[in-house]
């Protein structure tokens, strides 16, 4: 049996304090021979290639990587940032020897572990489609190359803000609450206890949030948790980043882009609170239950 090995092509940003590394390494598929790639202008060969394209910020840039097939094959195209933390980077204008590739075309690697954001299809802040890539995943497509034609492949891309992340995780808890409050019964005993644990979340996030982002939301007192306060409080939640994010969209660089390990510390406690909010609603469920 034959063996092919498929190239992670890594389009990652370069080394730097918002880039804190990037992953790479080739695949082994049964079925077709060996393919080794080239780099352009470089001596380099190998099965996998490592590329690192500009540091981004808010600003579209654009960039491309050209490798060239020894053989003919199968080539894995992988890109996306890679670091910590939760800001989005937006992809667009993707080509392979100038040809556009449809967004549809891309896949996504799966989220890893508990609160990481995956890719997707979006409008970038200027309105145009492309794709959406945070932290720790990935794009990847599989194409077919030839022996000795050079592949270039190009697009432009820039950082979003950190605060797409904690307003989409707002977004979950009120649901959650949203669900709860559908089951009919008021927050009362485990579910008060569980409600006031998630309102000492979400104020555990207003002073942090005040010290690393200069954005504060008044404290929910826990013994004043009920559906409708924590709720409320939410949506003053969301709608604070949300002024916050209109406020910075023109700034070279976003919220907390060199401060990987604050935007870590605010993920924890709105991954905590998205948790809390999930208890709450099951908390209610089981206070239904009870009195039937």
């Known amino acids: 049996m034959k063996t092919i090995f498929?190239?992670?092509?890594?389009?990652?940003?370069s080394v730097a304090s918002a880039y804190e590394g990037t992953s790479f390494q080739a695949l082994i598929e049964v079925g077709y021979p060996v393919i080794q790639l080239a780099k352009e202008n470089s001596a380099e060969k190998g099965n996998c290639l490592n590329y690192s394209g500009p540091k981004l910020d808010q600003q579209w840039k654009p960039f491309?990587?050209?490798?060239?097939?020894?053989?003919?094959?199968t080539v894995l195209l992988r890109f996306g940032p890679a670091g910590v933390g939760d800001?989005?980077?937006?992809?667009?204008?993707?080509?392979?020897?100038?040809?556009?590739?449809?967004?549809?075309?891309?896949?996504?690697?799966?989220p890893s572990a508990e609160g990481q954001q995956t890719g997707s299809v979006a409008s970038s802040p200027d309105g145009k489609a492309c794709l959406k890539i945070y932290f720790g995943c990935?794009?990847?497509?599989?194409?077919?190359?030839?022996?000795?034609?050079?592949?270039?492949?190009?697009?432009?891309?820039k950082s979003g803000s950190v605060l797409d992340a904690y307003i989409n995780r707002l977004s979950d808890v009120a649901r959650n609450l949203d669900?709860?409050?559908?089951?009919?019964?008021?927050?009362q005993g485990a579910a008060l206890d569980v409600g006031k644990?998630?309102?000492?979340?979400?104020?555990r996030l207003s002073a942090l949030s005040d010290t690393k982002l200069h954005v504060s939301v008044s404290p929910l007192a826990p013994e004043n948790a009920t559906l409708e306060s924590l709720k409320a409080k939410t949506l003053e939640w969301t709608n604070a980043f949300e002024a916050e994010k209109a406020r910075t969209a023109n700034d070279e660089r976003p919220c907390l882009y060199e401060q990987p390990a604050d935007r870590t510390e605010l993920k924890k406690l709105v991954v905590s609170a998205v948790r809390q909010s999930a208890q709450v609603q099951t908390a209610c469920l089981l206070e239904f239950l009870l009195k039937r």
């Open 179 to 187: 669900d709860a409050g559908k089951i009919g019964v008021p927050l």
């Open 6 to 13: 498929t190239l992670l092509l890594c389009l990652a940003a």
């Open 197 to 203: 644990k998630l309102a000492g979340e979400l104020n």
């Open 138 to 157: 990935s794009a990847y497509y599989f194409i077919k190359v030839k022996k000795g034609e050079r592949m270039e492949v190009s697009m432009r891309g």
């Open 64 to 73: 491309s990587f050209v490798f060239i097939p020894q053989a003919d094959g």
């Open 87 to 110: 800001i989005p980077f937006y992809y667009s204008d993707i080509k392979i020897n100038g040809t556009p590739l449809d967004n549809s075309v891309w896949n996504f690697s799966l």
